[in-house]
Nanobody, 126 residues
Framework: HVQLVESGGGSVQAGGSLTLSCSAS????????MAWFRQAPGKEREDVAA???????THADSVKGRFTISLDTAKSTLYLQMHSLKSEDTAMYYC?????????????????????WSQGTQVTVS
């Protein structure tokens, strides 16, 4: 079975940095498109960033220029580097994977297309 396990969450001061990791197993990592989503209490899940099977990345306007999605195929690990963190970035962060094709903004918008999800990790900015 597909497993996505996150690490790296925590509490940081506004303006600080944090990097999240998502370790993947149980499937062919290089054949999937992957993404990061976040959800604050009482709010809908929000798209953050995505990387397709060809390695092309896209970032939501709310984090563009501050967050960077990347992957290490040798380690089967997805990363989210977060810089210049704001209080509005406080949320539970999730990584997700899909086999169905997506490209550009659609990778972020088509949430239902993701078939595997991590348990989530909390990021708190104060």
């Amino acid at each position: 079975h597909v497993q996505l396990v996150e690490s790296g969450g925590g509490s940081v001061q506004a303006g600080g940095s944090l990097t999240l990791s998502c370790s993947a197993s149980g499937f062919t990592f290089s054949s999937y498109s992957m993404a990061w989503f976040r959800q604050a209490p009482g709010k809908e899940r929000e798209d953050v960033a995505a990387i397709d099977s060809g390695g092309i990345t896209t970032h939501a306007d709310s984090v563009k220029g501050r967050f960077t999605i990347s992957l290490d195929t040798a380690k089967s690990t997805l990363y989210l580097q977060m810089h210049s963190l704001k209080s509005e970035d406080t949320a539970m962060y999730y990584c997700a994977a899909r086999r169905t094709f997506c490209n550009g903004d659609y990778c972020l918008k088509d949430v239902s297309g993701y078939e595997a999800w991590s348990q989530g990790t909390q990021v708190t900015v104060s």
